[in-house]
C-alpha cells in the first residue's frame, strides 16, 4: 500500500476478504480507487473479479478493512443482465434517482432522468416499456440509470459480455465518454482488448488475489510478469472455484 | 321441456329482463365480496411484502401457519366472526352481527391468508432475480419488496382475482354471519343454496350463470389490461 494521502482515494481496501460458504472468493485484497480512474478488472472465470467488484461497491460482507475516506461518495453499479422493472424506460430511471435521492423534487426527477436517457440515445423511446427494449438498448438504460444519480464511482460488471459487436461499441463508446467527463469507473471484464482500449489500469485477479495492478500499457507491455503473463498469452488454464 | 331446458330459460329471462331481486342480489355479492378484497388488498398485500423480507425468530412458524390458513374452512370463520359479533361476544356492543358489514369482515379473514401468502410468494420469486440490483440502488428491503409488488402488478391482480373468487363463491360464513336476511344480506351463494332447497331451481340457475360471468368479466378485464395497456396503470402521460 503506497503512502499517498487517503483524500485522493475514493475507496481504499486492505486485507479484505470474501468468503461464500468454504469457497474464498476474494482473498486479503488490498488497493485504492482514486478519482479520475478507470480500473479494469480482468482474470479467468472464477478468478473472484465480480466479488472484488461488490466488495469495491460495499454490497458483500466481507473481512478486513474497506475504508471510504469521503464522508459522501456516490456509488452505482450496473450489472451484466440489467434487472429493469417492468415500467417505462422513464419510469426505470426515475425510481433509480428517487431510491439514490429522496430529496429531489418529482420535476427535478424528471428533469435528470430525461437527461440522461438522451445522453446515452435513449431519448426517443423514453415511454416504451423497458423489458421490450433490445439487450444493447437495455444495457444502455442500465447505463443511464447509473449515470443518472451521478455517482463518484461506476461500478461495472462485465456490461458488454452479452452484447452483439455494435451494441458492445455503443457502450464502450459512452464508457469512455463517462470517463472523459471525470467519472471514475472500476469495470470487472474478461475482454482484454476492452481494457487495453477503455482503461488506465489494469488488475489481475487469479484465484481470489490480486496478482497484479499496473497502469494500462504497462500491463499490456511485453514480460508482464507471473500469471498475468500466461494470461496474456492464453496459457493460463481456467479456473472454476474461486 | 326438460325441467333443465325451463330452468335455463327463465334463467335467461330473469338476466334478460334485469328482475329487481337479481340484480339487488348480485349488486350486494359484488359489494360485500368486493370490500373484503379491498381490506385484504391493503392489509394482505404490505404483510405478505414484508414477510418476503423479514427476518425474525418464529418466521418459519408464522410461514407454516400462513399457508395452513390457505385452506382454511368458511364455516370455521363464520363461526368464530359470529361468536365475536354476537351480542354476548367481545364485539357485541357493535351490532353488526346480520348487517353486511359483517359479511365483509367474514370474507376478509377468509381470503387476507390467501392474499398474504401468494404476495409473499410473488415478491420472494421476483427479489431473487432483481433483489441485489433493487439494494445496489439503494433501496432498503420492505422498499424492494414493494417495488416488486408494482413490477409484478399483473401477478398481484391474478391473486387479487383468486381472492375474489374465493370470497364470492363462498356461502358457509356469509350465511353464519349474514342470516341470509331478503334484501339486506342474502347474496347470491345463500340465494342458491336457499332457493334449491325450495326447488326453485331458475333464480339458483340463473344466480350461478351470473356467478361464472361476473368472474368471467373480470378475469377478461384483466387480460385485457394487460395486453393492452399494460404500461397505463403506471405511466404518467
Redesign the interface.
Known amino acids: 500500500m503506497s503512502t499517498e494521502p487517503l483524500a485522493a482515494s475514493l475507496i481504499v481496501l486492505r486485507d479484505a476478504s470474501v468468503t461464500f460458504g468454504a469457497v474464498a472468493a476474494v482473498r486479503k485484497a488490498t488497493m485504492r480507487v482514486r478519482e479520475r480512474d478507470f480500473i479494469a478488472i480482468v482474470g479467468a472465470n472464477g478468478s473472484g473479479k465480480t466479488s472484488l467488484l461488490r466488495l469495491l461497491?460495499g454490497?458483500v460482507a466481507h473481512t478486513g478493512s474497506r475504508f471510504v475516506p469521503r464522508p459522501s461518495v456516490v456509488q452505482?453499479?450496473v450489472?451484466q443482465r440489467?434487472?429493469l422493472?417492468?415500467?417505462?424506460v422513464?419510469?426505470n430511471v426515475r425510481?433509480?434517482l428517487w431510491?439514490?435521492d429522496r430529496h429531489v423534487s418529482a420535476s427535478g426527477r424528471e428533469a435528470r432522468a430525461i437527461q440522461a436517457l438522451e445522453r446515452v440515445g435513449l431519448g426517443a423511446l423514453r415511454?416504451r416499456?423497458a423489458r421490450s427494449l433490445s439487450g444493447g438498448e437495455q444495457q444502455r438504460l442500465a447505463l443511464a440509470?447509473g449515470w443518472a444519480?451521478r455517482p463518484d464511482i461506476l461500478f461495472l460488471d462485465e456490461p458488454t459480455a452479452s452484447l452483439d459487436p455494435s451494441a458492445k461499441k455503443d457502450v464502450e463508446s459512452l464508457l469512455a465518454g463517462f470517463a472523459a467527463e471525470g467519472m471514475t469507473l472500476v469495470m470487472s471484464t474478461h475482454n482484454l482488448g476492452q481494457a487495453k482500449r477503455l482503461a488506465r489500469r489494469v488488475v489481475f485477479m487469479d484465484e481470489g488475489r490480486i496478482d497484479v495492478d499496473l497502469p494500462t500499457a504497462d500491463f499490456f507491455a511485453a514480460g508482464t510478469p507471473g500469471r498475468a503473463g500466461l494470461f496474456l498469452k492464453g496459457e493460463l488454464s481456467w479456473s472454476l472455484d474461486g | 321441456m326438460s325441467a333443465m331446458t325451463e330452468s335455463f330459460a327463465t334463467a335467461f329471462r330473469l338476466i334478460v329482463h334485469a328482475d329487481p331481486a337479481l340484480v339487488r342480489t348480485v349488486a350486494l355479492s359484488l359489494a360485500v365480496s368486493g370490500s373484503a378484497c379491498l381490506c385484504a388488498a391493503a392489509f394482505g398485500l404490505g404483510s405478505g411484502a414484508w414477510l418476503a423480507v423479514a427476518r425474525f425468530p418464529g418466521q418459519r412458524a408464522v410461514l407454516l401457519s400462513l399457508d395452513t390458513l390457505l385452506a382454511l374452512p368458511s364455516v370455521v370463520v363464520g363461526l368464530v366472526v359470529y361468536l365475536l359479533l354476537s351480542r354476548s361476544g367481545p364485539l357485541g356492543s357493535l351490532g353488526i352481527l346480520f348487517t353486511p358489514t359483517a359479511m365483509v369482515i367474514a370474507q376478509t379473514i377468509l381470503v387476507l391468508p390467501i392474499v398474504a401468502a401468494l404476495a409473499r410468494q410473488v415478491v420472494a420469486d421476483a427479489l431473487r432475480e432483481g433483489g441485489d440490483q433493487l439494494r445496489s440502488m439503494g433501496a432498503g428491503a420492505f422498499a424492494s419488496a414493494l417495488l416488486m409488488l408494482l413490477h409484478e402488478r399483473w401477478a398481484v391482480a391474478t391473486l387479487m382475482l383468486i381472492a375474489f373468487g374465493r370470497a364470492i363463491a363462498e356461502v358457509g360464513a356469509v350465511m353464519i354471519v349474514g342470516g341470509n336476511i331478503d334484501g339486506v344480506t342474502r347474496v347470491m351463494t345463500t340465494t342458491i343454496a336457499l332457493e334449491t332447497s325450495k326447488g326453485d331451481l331458475p333464480l339458483a340457475l340463473a344466480l350461478g350463470i351470473v356467478l361464472l360471468v361476473a368472474i368471467a368479466l373480470i378475469n377478461v378485464a384483466i387480460v385485457l389490461f394487460r395486453t393492452g395497456g399494460g404500461s397505463l396503470a403506471v405511466e404518467t402521460r
Open positions: 461497491h454490497v452505482a453499479m450489472f440489467p434487472f422493472l417492468r415500467l417505462s422513464l419510469n425510481i433509480a431510491l439514490a415511454h416499456q440509470r444519480v
